[in-house]
């Protein structure tokens, strides 16, 4: 155990308290067992660190961080840690990339069931699959990739109060107007787009292209957190890889299932799986027409690329409406948003049909009485129904 404890120390004595994503303020620890996901890159560590050291619910002399990666090192089992730590008055128990402990499924089950006051806040690469049976004991939270909001603060020290969707709909001029008082937002925004989105290496501290760093992160999950967490082969995670590539490349898509298919020499099925695989990792979304009635169709409408700092992995020069559409969906399904796309191409939510575009383009062609607004790039203060497309950027 005194193991455990020194690691936990040394890596408290390095966590940053400067910046804190903006999940560290919305978890719910109410659960048995809190987890917290997304792709590589987000910064699920360091916030599981500063949740062990900072965070008020967590007293630290009742709190241990362990690594996933580093258990299986050890002859105990994760279960026998953790009745070692509660028997010694610890009640919060941090695991970092559970998705890589080989025995989760059972560890995890037997601590719920045999140590009552023990609560667990754990990261993972994506959902995982064993804790259905376990739903009513569980909450999720998924970490996004860093927002224009949090990327201002994070690496231009400027700091922007989070909006709410409809503030930005009904107050965008006045926002737009206050803050490009203070500074001009486009050029930040171009360099958060040329991959400021994710966190730099821990041994590169100051900046560094994420596109650069975010292919590398990208390979080795593909290559060795995706058969952890799927137990995906790997003659499928190269195929997986050549399919991640064409999204990226096409950008935001109307997907034809059978050509990806017989592109891959794979099933339809398998392409189906591979697309949801993908959107569970956060490294896709699939976005479906608004159609009315409740069945929603087994093809998605539309295929995008999780981030928009994605697009340019491999040397990629993407158009600038595929990063403009990329970064619209992102900020609103990262904010909790469910987009769906309007029968004119355009992103449609919550009565309103949102185009991207520079910052002349034309109001989208709507006959359904849905609202309809330009999401403009090159655009600082907005003006009527244009809104600057950065401002979408501030949603969480």
Partial sequence: MDFFIERDQQLRQKVPNKFFRHLYYSIDFTKR???IYGAPGTGKSTLLLQLADYHDDLPPEESLYLSGETLWFHTKSLYEIAEL????????LLIDDLHSYPDRAQSITQIISDLPDLRLISTSAAPLTFLNPLAGQVSSHHLPPLSFREYLQFRESIRIDQKKLGEIVSFHKEFSEGISGLFQPIPPFRRYLAGGT????????GYYPGTLFGEQRMNTFLESVLPALEGVDYRSVTKIKRLLALIIHQGPFKPNISDMARYLSVSRDSIYSWLSLLEHTGIIHRIWL?????????????IAPGDPSFLQFAGNQPRPDAVRKTFLISQLQNAGFNCSIHKSGAVYLNGMTITT?????PLPDVSDGSHPIVAADNLEVGSENRIPLWMFGLLY
Wanted: net charge positive; no cysteine; hydrophobic share 20%.
């Fill in 290 to 302: 608004n159609r009315t009635g409740t069945t929603r169709h087994r093809k998605p409408d539309l």
């Fill in 33 to 35: 067992l809190t987890i």
């Fill in 357 to 361: 575009g520079d910052r002349d383009e």
């Fill in 198 to 205: 994710l966190f730099s290496p821990k041994n590169k501290p």
């Fill in 85 to 92: 730590f509660y028997l010694n008055g610890g009640r919060h």
